[in-house]
C-alpha cells in the first residue's frame, strides 16, 4: 500500500458537466500519473506530473486537464464531459527511485457519462 | 512509439500447474519492465519490477525474466493455487518520466 487515495470512488454525471477527480498521496513522492482504462484500449496515460505545478500531457489528454498545487494532490478534471469520457480512471505514484521507479496504483474510480 | 502484446489474452490451468505469461515489446530500449495483477473491479498490484540492466527478479513463487534484445519478458508463477486468478498486465517503460505503455494483460483461471 503505497498510500493512494483516489475520491470519488464512484460518479454517475451527465454529458457537458465538469467533474474533478482527486489523488492524494500520504508520502511525498514527485511523481504522479493519471491513466485511464478501457475495455479494448487497456491502460493508456492521460497526464503526468514530475513536481509541484509541473505536469505534462499523456497519450489521451484531450478534453482533459490537470494540477498540481501540492505534493500530495494531483486533480484530474473533465471541464465538459462527454460519454466518450465514461471509464475507469487510476492515479498512480512512482516510488523507490524516481521516475523509472516502481509505480503504484490507486483503487479506482469510476466515472459514468450519461 | 512502443507496443506492448500480450499472448495469449486468457488462460486456464488446474491447481498446482505453473503459469507462464508471455510479455513483448517493439522498443528494446526500455528503462523497466514492471508486472501487475488485477482482481476484478480492483486496482493494478505490483508484482515484480525489473530493471533495463537485469535479467530477472523474484519474489516467492514469481519469477520475471527480461530479455531485451528479444523485447521478451516472460512472467512465471510456480505451483499455481485458485487465489492467483485474475488479470495480469505487462508494462515497459520507455523514458525517464515513468510513463508506462501496457500491454492488454492475459485473464488467468486457476481451477481447483
Known amino acids: 500500500d503505497a498510500g493512494i487515495t483516489q475520491s470519488p470512488r464512484h460518479k454517475v454525471t451527465e454529458t457537458g458537466t465538469p467533474v474533478t477527480l482527486r489523488c492524494h498521496q500520504t508520502e511525498n513522492h514527485r511523481y504522479m500519473y493519471w491513466y485511464r482504462q478501457d475495455p479494448g484500449h487497456g491502460l493508456r496515460l492521460i497526464h503526468y506530473s514530475y513536481g509541484v505545478k509541473d505536469t505534462d500531457k499523456g497519450e489521451v489528454s484531450d478534453g482533459y486537464s490537470v494540477s498540481r498545487s501540492k505534493t500530495e494532490d494531483f486533480l484530474l478534471t473533465l471541464e465538459s464531459a462527454t460519454s466518450s469520457q465514461t471509464s475507469v480512471y487510476f492515479c498512480?505514484?512512482?516510488?523507490?527511485?524516481?521516475?523509472?521507479?516502481?509505480?503504484?496504483f490507486g483503487e479506482g474510480s469510476r466515472l459514468t457519462v450519461l | 512509439k512502443q507496443e506492448v502484446t500480450q499472448i495469449p489474452a486468457a488462460l486456464s490451468v488446474p491447481e498446482g500447474e505453473n503459469l507462464v505469461l508471455n510479455c513483448s515489446f517493439t522498443?528494446?530500449?526500455?528503462?523497466?519492465l514492471q508486472w501487475f495483477r488485477q482482481d476484478p473491479g480492483k486496482g493494478l498490484t505490483s508484482l515484480l519490477l525489473i530493471q533495463s540492466s537485469q535479467r530477472e527478479q523474484t519474489s516467492g513463487r514469481l519469477n520475471a525474466s527480461l530479455d531485451k534484445s528479444s523485447g521478451r519478458s516472460t512472467l512465471y508463477i510456480a505451483a499455481s493455487q485458485p487465489g492467483d486468478s485474475a488479470t495480469y498486465l505487462c508494462?515497459?517503460?520507455?523514458?525517464?518520466?515513468?510513463?508506462?505503455?501496457f500491454g492488454a494483460g492475459t485473464q488467468v483461471v486457476v481451477t481447483p
Open positions: 522498443d528494446s530500449a526500455i528503462y523497466n
Open positions: 498512480a505514484i512512482s516510488v523507490h527511485g524516481g521516475p523509472a521507479g516502481e509505480l503504484f
Open positions: 508494462a515497459a517503460s520507455t523514458d525517464s518520466w515513468g510513463k508506462l505503455q
